[in-house]
């Protein structure tokens, strides 16, 4: 039996000595996990990285949810070992060991994908994990219902808008909105996938069903800010992530958004699901990727 694991979310504590940390191995896991998170408002890091001296190392921090070991020794063999629940359930422990600060460094740079692969689908399970035993039903069933799609949705998100093809789900508290929007269109051509088309349908939707606080104003993508786009697997279905900003024409609003675009197959339609978060005095990062982990969760009904 092992105790819960603790930590904020999006927190990772290094743990290396010190003289490394404040050189290149240092340097390459900061450029690595503290990069600019994509298409945010304002700069946030991909993770917090919080440094700890091996001494320092035991009692609760041995808990934390995201850990990450360098071990740099001449005779250390050279390697990247992932693992689960070592000292804690829900815990992600990295070792990455090296023969020298330099050769770590490399170490580090090489297998950045991978290292942040791995904190990123933990963070991610952790979510879907505890949103799958808090699961609006009533939502669930008329998502499915109305689009033929199953999405996991958790108790504190409500219904905002229904239309033809489309519906609009989001959670509101008095500082915060993260919303999720769902629609599909015909498939015509490949044309679909191009970010000019996809920008351009996303605004006629949301024109027509995302209206702003003011009269006549409704939610738009900024065309000003370069939108981040990255072809993935999305539940074995090719699909176009795309991050941008989106604001409220007519209004003061705006915030990060997240879409997803696939291909139905046997629906032969366009599928996108997206998402967005406005919380003007907070950061984003962390509500950004609870709405992603429900993204995630998407399936096409079987007929």
């Known amino acids: 039996m092992l105790p819960t694991s603790t930590g904020k979310a999006g927190e990772i504590i290094v743990v290396i000595a010190q003289n490394h940390w404040e050189s290149k191995p240092g340097d390459a896991i900061r450029k690595v996990l503290a990069q600019p998170y994509a298409a945010l408002p304002q700069e946030e890091p991909l993770f ?23 071990e740099i020794g001449s005779s ?34 090489s297998k950045s994908a991978k290292l942040i692969s791995h904190f990123t689908d933990a963070e991610r399970y952790r979510l879907m994990k505890g949103y ?12 499915e219902k109305k689009l033929q799609v199953r999405l996991s949705i958790p108790k504190d998100y409500k219904i905002a808008t229904v239309a033809k093809e489309f519906m609009w789900i989001r959670k509101e508290t008095r500082e915060t909105s993260q919303g ?4 599909g269109y015909p498939y015509i ?7 000019e088309n996809i920008i351009h349908i996303r605004d006629s939707v949301t024109h027509a069903n995302v ?27 090719y699909a176009l992530e795309v991050r941008g900003l989106w604001d409220v024409e007519g209004d ?45 969760t998407l399936k096409f009904t079987e007929k």
């Not at 999720?180 to 629609?183: K, R």
């Open 48 to 70: 917090d990285v919080v440094n700890v001296k091996k001494a320092g190392f035991k009692g609760i921090l041995t808990r934390h949810r995201n850990i990450l070991i360098l």
């Open 76 to 109: 250390t063999p050279e390697s990247m070992i992932m693992k689960k629940d070592v000292w804690a359930n829900g815990q992600i422990a990295v070792t990455l060991s090296a023969a020298n600060g330099s050769d770590a460094a490399k170490l580090i740079l």
């Open 132 to 143: 799958s035993k808090i699961k609006n039903k009533k939502v669930i069933d008329e998502i």
């Open 180 to 183: 999720i929007l769902i629609y």
């Open 189 to 195: 051509d490949k044309k679909a996938f191009s970010i």
């Open 211 to 237: 209206p702003g606080s003011r009269a006549g104003s409704f939610m738009k993508v900024v065309k000003e800010y370069p939108p981040v786009v990255s072809e993935v697997d999305f539940n074995n279905n």
């Open 252 to 296: 003061f609003m705006g915030g990060p958004y997240l879409s997803y675009t696939m291909l139905d197959v046997e629906g032969q339609r366009v599928f996108c699901a997206e998402a967005y978060v406005y919380a003007p005095k907070f950061n984003k990062r962390n509500y950004l990727r609870q709405l992603e982990a429900i993204l995630l």
